[in-house]
């Protein structure tokens, strides 16, 4: 017998009452783990935050189970609070950038 996976709760979702219960669900089982960086990335991220002159950058980063990209430029970089904040007022902190180029 197989498992027929989220199908099987396709039918519930009639009732109008458990359709927010369902798609939270949904939604946890589409996050992923934290991705983890190599030295060599980090190193580069680093270079890059080190030598800033107001550029575009693309940032990849990771927030609540999703990786998401942006580019944009940056307003603050906080080494006290580790974080970043991006001209469209974007808080990144440096744990969740997984990659930073510029653009």
């Known amino acids: 017998m197989s498992d027929r996976g989220m199908k099987k709760w396709a039918p519930y979702k009639a009732l109008v009452e ?30 890059i935050l080190v030598n800033y002159h107001q550029q575009d950058v693309k940032i990849r980063f990771f927030k609540r189970g999703h990786v998401y990209e942006t580019i944009s430029q940056i307003k603050k970089i906080d080494v006290l609070n ?22």
């Open 18 to 47: 458990q359709a927010p219960s369902l798609e939270g669900t949904y939604e946890d089982h589409r996050k992923i783990e934290r991705p983890k960086i190599s030295q060599d990335v980090a190193e580069e991220i680093n270079e």
């Open 82 to 103: 580790k974080k970043i904040v991006t001209s469209d007022d974007m808080t990144i902190y440096f744990i969740d950038l997984l990659y930073l180029e510029n653009y």
